[in-house]
């Protein structure tokens, strides 16, 4: 299984590339353009394992650019408080 196929192993590893980024002292700026990258990378490259990634990509799918700026920051909230730190 990979970490894209459950839910809870997702967000805990992006919490921890989310801790390792704040701890080189990238600012949250750097931290949602490039989670909007990644985010523009899995839409067009892979395909959802949950029901959840499916939501998202449809979101993201349906969203200009400002909003899937917006849903990567809602993602860094998210999953702000999980992972192993």
Not at 6 to 15: G, I, S, T
Not at 44 to 54: F, I, L, T, W
Request: hydrophobic share 40%.
């Amino acid at each position: 299984m990979t970490v894209l196929e459950n839910w809870d192993q997702w967000k805990d590893f992006l919490a921890d590339r989310l801790h390792q980024a704040e701890s080189v002292g990238l600012s949250k700026d750097t931290i949602t353009n490039f989670a909007t990258q990644v985010g523009d990378y899995l839409s067009s490259k892979v395909d959802p394992k949950n029901q959840q990634e499916r939501v998202l990509s449809d979101l993201w799918s349906v969203a200009d650019q400002n909003e899937q700026h917006m849903i990567a920051n809602l993602m860094i909230k998210l999953v702000d408080n999980n992972g192993t730190h």
